[in-house]
């Protein structure tokens, strides 16, 4: 019996500032005191952070040097999903029988390995981008009695209830080795269902918005 025991964190912090400038008084002083220039044309920056952390546990058994067994389990937590979804839980089970090894194989000389095997497992998925569990703002400039002037409106629906996609797998197939493992090959069959699928939905151009996560 073998045990693995796994536990991993990720983090991501991407901060951006920009200051665009116009007839800087001396051009060695270069983006050094930026305020001697004549105008200031453009400001802008942003701040993109996220995390994941992981937890895993797997158990590979061996009985008799032909009877597989492996147990995996993995708990992992996403920033970028909504209060209350941030962690799942996939497990995965896989079951292997090497034939090869049986007292009634012993007799013939074409497969020098058999082995039939099958397993299933979940694997999730959070890629999407940080904070649109929260919803976004835009700045929108306006006409405030003869004078223009800036406010903020949504941009993007925030949607509390986003969860890990989870794309559940069945597989079964056969590995083989003939001729002393001159050849060697396998044959799979899987089935795969994905659920909670994080993609955009069209909304209806009425609703202000044209679509949601």
């Known amino acids: 019996m073998n045990v693995t025991g796994l536990w991993s964190i990720q983090e991501s912090k991407n901060e951006r500032s920009f200051l665009q400038t116009r007839d800087l008084p001396y051009e060695n002083q270069a983006f050094h005191n930026l305020g001697t220039g004549a105008t200031v044309d453009v400001a802008d920056g942003d701040l993109l952070e996220w995390g994941i952390m992981s937890f895993m546990g797997r158990v590979n058994y061996q009985h008799a040097g032909k009877y597989l067994l492996t147990l995996t389990g993995r708990f992992d937590g996403s920033s970028r999903l909504a209060e209350g979804n941030k962690w799942g839980f996939f497990p995965s089970l896989g079951l292997g029988w090497l034939v090869s090894e049986e007292p009634f194989m012993t007799n013939q000389n074409l497969f020098s390995e058999l082995k039939l095997q099958a397993s299933y497992g979940q694997t ?90």
Do not use: C, H, M
């Open 124 to 213: 999730g998925n959070t890629a999407i981008n940080p904070y649109l569990t929260a919803g976004l703002l835009a700045r929108e400039s306006y006409v405030f009695g003869e004078s223009s002037a800036f406010g903020y409106r949504p941009s993007l629906i925030s949607n509390p209830n986003l969860q890990w996609e989870v794309s559940s797998q069945f597989n079964v197939g056969v590995d083989f080795g003939v001729l002393n493992d001159r050849v060697v090959g396998s044959f799979e069959v899987y089935q795969t269902k994905t659920t909670d699928l994080l993609l955009e939905r069209q909304l209806p151009p009425t609703s202000g918005f044209g679509s949601v996560l």
